[in-house]
């Protein structure tokens, strides 16, 4: 059976979830919550964004010896404080966690504390969402009974195109997060 575009293009895709236990930083949750993280898959752009954390980085790294040579110190100084001193899959993580992360929501600072202070964890929930963008989205509900045609206009979705995970098609029913 070939490849249904007009009924991918008609569903209503969701963002896989999990939820990650860190039992290890219970110290950071109210005692009546479970010490979990919840994350959610990264959409197209967002899983793009994360491949060029490593270019960014070197382009910031650039113009920090550019503001250098030109007497702009303390501001190179802090851009190469904070882009410079990580290696290059640290700078990927922080961006995972920060798109990926949905509760708690986590910027870029924290993020770096997190992958600073608790690595397992942060790369445990780093994967998890990894996980989830290569699993691709989960078929929503039907959008119609199927009595009135759909509208002439339909949605594509960024997160699953021409660059996705082959496991965007599949057919078997998802697993609960």
Not at 95 to 112: H, I, S
Not at 152 to 172: D, L, M, Q, V, Y
């Given at each position: 059976m070939p490849f249904d575009l007009r009924r991918f293009n008609r569903e209503d895709l969701k963002p896989r979830t999990e939820e990650i236990k860190v039992p290890e930083m219970k110290a950071w949750f109210d005692e009546e919550d479970a010490p979990v993280f919840t994350s959610r898959a990264l959409t197209g752009e967002e899983f793009y964004r994360v491949r060029e954390a490593v270019q960014r980085r070197a382009d910031f790294?650039?113009?920090?010896a550019g503001l250098l040579s030109g007497g702009g110190e303390a501001i190179a100084e802090a851009i190469?404080?904070?882009?410079?001193?990580?290696?290059?899959?640290?700078?990927?993580?922080?961006?995972?966690?920060?798109?990926?992360?949905?509760?708690?929501?986590?910027?870029?600072?924290?993020?770096?504390?997190?992958?600073?202070?608790?690595?397992?964890?942060?790369?445990?929930?780093s994967?998890?969402?990894?996980?989830?963008?290569?699993?691709?989205?989960?078929?929503?509900?039907?959008?119609?009974?199927?009595?009135?045609?759909a509208s002439?206009?339909?949605?594509?979705?960024?997160?699953?195109?021409?660059?996705?995970?082959?496991?965007?098609?599949?057919?078997?029913?998802?697993?609960?997060p």
């Open positions: 790294q650039a113009i920090a190469e404080a904070f882009y410079g001193a990580v290696p290059d899959e640290f700078a990927r993580r922080v961006e995972v966690l920060v798109f990926g992360c949905v509760k708690p929501a986590l910027d870029r600072q924290a993020a770096v504390k997190l992958l600073t202070h608790y690595p397992v964890s942060a790369h445990a929930v994967e998890a969402i990894l996980r989830a963008t290569g699993e691709g989205s989960i078929p929503g509900e039907s959008n119609g009974s199927g009595g009135t045609p002439a206009t339909t949605s594509t979705s960024a997160t699953c195109g021409e660059n996705a995970s082959s496991s965007c098609g599949r057919t078997s029913s998802p697993s609960a």
